[in-house]
């Protein structure tokens, strides 16, 4: 989406001009354009402020899903884009008194929306077609207040402008967009680091409805002021003078230069959030900078000149395309890279849309046609792009198409421009033909991995540098510059994508693909199930290894070791929220029932297809049953007091269902086991510390809890282990007496975290915790 105002049209204030043809300027009048930017401030504040929010509110219902954000934002952009299709025809009605009666009128047939709340008209999602639940729940819940707000902006700008037609601004109606775009960043940057760590979702409704009343009397007032300061002019404020008409070319040049920005922000959104975590705090950077590019583009003098941002796009862009294939061992490197290319992509399309704007009477015109370009871009990677690719192949491929809008040059292509772009075509065909080959030749490839220890992924980056030099070189060339990008994307592509996976296939809650990994000492071919980096699972082929459970599933481990402990007692009720592979499967007996609770259906289609796992087709004795949904849902409908072992096992993928380590969550799951049953965590994450919150919530509840982490052994197979950490409750201290006796498991001791409820989660404070090893981490730990 884009922010609610843009700057400043025209270079500088202009004076008015009389029937003598002398400039005269209108008499001093400071109060009207602070009334005007205060409230325009109040606005974006709010409409920026109430997007990761109203996300957080819904994400319990879908998993997590970082698809939940990027859904939730192409809702944002058709509500952005309704509201400005209103202001735009607002703006008919010839009488200012009558628009701001109008407009108030619907601000409070909106206000009955608040507090803001999810609709439950609609009922649970389906897993299988979550889309256009999320999308109408979203219309139901706060569709109206967001629409009526989003269009204030340029409604306030556009009356500003003929208000204040006898004032030198009253010529320059987009300078207000400073205090919208004050309003946006101190809104957006404040939610992950002040509103999110201190207020409750409770809290955060209320807060935001109060803000909303408060900017309806702030119109309230400017309208009433306005009109008292005109008493003394008995004419109605005039219509602008009608500028000529913009063509249906220049329309759809707007319209595709707002829809690649929209766009790439959807798609490195999506990027960066499944190497991380879905949550608020990583979601609002990428729309921050976002907003940043029309704070720099629109300014009368930017800080960063369009040749400067064109020469950064075209350096920062050939490397991304270059590297997007490909998984870095240096997250931070990438990340950085990512984002700034980015941004300076962004910053282009942004800095050419501004050098189109038209005058002020079309202002909303250019809103709209703005608006509706992020529809665009958010609707083809959100909704679109998910349907049509079985990767994420839409970010890769609008970095490269975003060439498009840079200079195309002029003159006819010269001997150097084809001799370039035959060079990198050339540089571009190395790594694929090399592959070829090497897939052709065993002797080749033994030899080739025996001396380039790297690897074919390095080795290709290596290769195709110098493509990416040439593209930089002939950057002033638009056709070209992306023709060589083209070329370098397919090969990188190529190598990473067809060259590592034997499956691939994506959903709404994102690609699962299956890798194989092959290893001698576990029989030769090992099929690994990934979604992003994370292990899901994995299995060897070979028949004598088939049915050994891997990775955090292995008998030594915590799972392994507490689904020992419980079926030594007998036979035992299971379940596991989270399917994987199926790894926990293997440890499914005839006199056992075992359920898995997932919420992706192709996670359960993946490892029940004997072509990739067998887990659960053949090694389990006798029928394993999954409910498809969210576990917070589907578990809510078993019967209490029926489980002997719950497994949770969601966290560890890079998207990290929050909802379901609350203190409320937790209290279910003890609700369901029998009075000696025991409940596992799994959580084992790269990025986020949610032990703490784990064991706050277990002590806040007053219940028995054990804690162990678990070293994988150096000398095992490589898949065969994996390091593991883990939480286990009980109803009763005799649920976990086994567990006691057993050293490997310690009492944790008393946490000053705060626990994690339903209307409360610290996300920022655990990335802090884990990225800075707290001591009281490192205590837990060593223990």
Not at 517 to 540: E, F, K
Not at 673 to 680: I, M, N, Q, R
Not at 706 to 716: G, M
Not at 738 to 749: G, I, S
Request: proline fraction near 7%.
């Amino acid at each position: 989406m884009r922010p609610g105002t843009a700057p400043a049209y025209g270079a500088g204030m202009s004076d008015t001009t009389g029937d003598s043809g002398i400039q005269t300027l209108a008499p001093p009048d400071r109060l009207t354009p602070i009334l005007f930017a205060v409230a325009i401030f109040t606005s974006a504040a709010l409409v920026f402020v109430v997007q990761p929010m109203v996300t957080k509110l819904v994400l319990p219902m879908l998993g997590g899903s970082p698809a939940v954000w990027n859904t939730a934002m192409v809702f944002f952009q058709s509500a952005l884009l309704a509201g400005y299709g209103y202001a735009h025809l607002l703006q008919r009605v010839g009488s200012i008194k009558l628009q701001v009666g109008v407009h108030l009128a619907l601000l409070l047939v909106a206000a009955l929306f608040l507090p803001l709340s999810v609709n439950g008209l609609l009922g649970d999602p389906d897993p299988a077609a979550p889309i256009m639940w999320l999308l109408a729940t979203l219309t139901l819940s706060v569709g109206a207040p967001f629409a009526v707000l989003s269009a204030t902006a340029p409604l306030l700008q556009a009356w500003y402008a003929r208000v204040r037609a006898g004032h030198a601004d009253g010529q320059n109606p987009y300078v207000l967009y400073a205090a919208s775009n004050l309003g946006s960043f101190l809104a957006l940057l404040s939610y992950p680091i002040l509103i999110e760590p201190l207020a409750t979702l409770s809290g955060q409704r209320w807060g935001w409805s109060g803000g909303y009343v408060v900017f309806m009397l702030m119109v309230v007032a400017l309208a009433f002021t306005v009109w008292r300061r005109r008493i003394d002019q008995t004419a109605e404020p005039a219509r602008l003078e009608a500028s000529a008409p913009l063509s249906w070319r220049e329309k759809g040049i707007l319209v595709l230069l707002a829809a690649a920005p929209s766009s790439l922000m959807l798609g490195v959104t999506s990027h960066l959030s499944t190497d991380v975590a879905s949550a608020p705090f990583l979601w609002v950077l990428p729309l921050a900078l976002y907003l940043l590019t029309f704070v720099i583009a629109f300014q009368n003098r930017p800080w960063i000149p369009l040749n400067v941002t064109l020469i950064i796009q075209g350096a920062t862009g050939a490397i991304v395309v270059l590297i997007v294939a490909f998984r870095s061992a240096n997250w931070s490197l990438a990340f950085g890279l990512h984002l700034i290319a980015f941004f300076f992509a962004a910053l282009m399309c942004h800095q050419l849309l501004a050098s189109r704007r038209p005058p002020p009477d079309r202002l909303t015109e250019f809103y709209l046609l703005m608006s509706l370009g992020g529809v665009v871009g958010g609707a083809f990677t959100a909704l679109l792009a998910p349907v049509i690719f079985n990767m994420v192949w839409e970010y890769p491929l609008v970095l490269v198409l975003v060439g498009l809008a840079r200079p195309w040059g002029r003159g006819r292509l010269t001997g150097t421009h084809i001799g370039t772009l035959v060079a990198a075509g050339a540089v571009a065909a190395s790594p694929v033909l090399l592959s070829i080959w090497l897939n052709a030749n065993d002797g080749a490839r033994g030899w080739f991995y025996a001396n380039f220890p790297l690897g074919m992924d390095q080795l290709t980056m290596v290769l195709l540098m110098p493509a990416a030099i040439c593209a930089f070189l002939i950057r002033d060339r638009a056709l070209i510059f992306t023709a060589i990008l083209l070329m370098i994307a397919l090969s990188s592509q190529w190598i990473a994508r067809g060259y590592d996976w034997s499956f691939s296939e994506r959903s709404f809650f994102g690609v699962m693909r299956v890798a194989n990994s092959p290893d001698p000492r576990l029989g030769g071919d090992v099929h690994v199930l990934m979604h992003g980096t994370t292990l899901h699972g994995a299995q060897a082929r070979d028949g004598r290894f088939a049915c050994v459970p891997t990775l955090y599933y292995a008998a030594a481990t915590p799972i392994g070791q507490a689904a020992t402990m419980i079926e030594r007692r007998g036979p035992a009720r299971i379940g596991v929220v989270g399917q994987g592979s199926g790894a926990m499967a293997t440890y499914k007996r005839t006199e056992d029932t075992m359920t898995f609770f997932e919420i992706d259906p192709m996670v359960d289609r993946l490892s029940r297809d004997p072509q990739w796992f067998s887990y659960i087709s053949d090694c389990a004795s006798g029928p394993i049953n999954t409910v498809l949904g969210d576990a917070r849902l589907t578990l809510a409908k078993e019967t209490p007091g029926s489980y002997d072992l719950l497994i949770i096992d969601a966290f560890s993928s890079d998207a990290v269902p929050t909802h379901l380590l609350t203190a409320e969550a937790i209290e279910g799951y003890l609700a369901l086991l029998k009075p000696d049953g025991v409940v596992l965590l799994h959580l084992s994450n790269r990025n986020l510390d949610i032990t703490l919150p784990a064991i706050a919530a277990a002590q806040a509840l007053g219940k028995p809890s054990l804690h162990q982490l678990y070293y994988e052994r150096d000398d095992s197979p490589e898949m065969a282990e994996a390091s593991t950490e883990a939480l286990i409750l009980s109803p009763t201290a005799a649920g976990l007496a086994d567990f006691m006796a057993d050293d490997r498991w310690n009492t944790p001791a008393r946490t000053a975290v705060r626990p994690w409820t339903d209307d409360y989660v610290n996300l920022f404070g655990s990335l802090q915790r884990s990225m800075f090893d707290t001591p009281e981490l490192q205590r837990l730990r060593s223990q």
